[in-house]
């Protein structure tokens, strides 16, 4: 696999509040080889970070389905059984999401009334 290039956006600089996306000095993308399995990572990072950083995103990944059990009127039980045989899902790679696309996505759904609503926000917010 190799190097991975990981864009990173830092929407507020030194306390200033600012859009990234109009500010190239804050989108940034670097390289990085974080190795191609579990055993390249426990050979560059050692087990114990390894171990740290999975059961961590698994403690996350836990608590969603946990969340979606109780959001579906789960009793206690019911969700213990349904975790006991857990095992944390391979989820999709995290897509880019360009933000003037989303909203115009978001916006082809709407009445004519409802764009004029969301136009006026997106004016009052600039």
Known sequence: M?????PTKAPEVKGEKDEAQNHPEY???????FGESAAAMIERFGDPVVHANAKRQFVVSFRRTVRTLLIAGKAPAEIQ??????????????KVVDPVQAALELTRGMTD????????GVREES
């Open 113 to 120: 009334e409802q764009k004029k609503a969301f136009l006026k």
């Open 81 to 94: 059984t349904a975790m006991d045989g857990w095992v944390p899902p391979l989820g999709p790679a995290r």
């Open 27 to 33: 989108n940034n993308t670097t390289e990085y080889d």
């Open 2 to 6: 190799g190097k991975e290039a990981i």
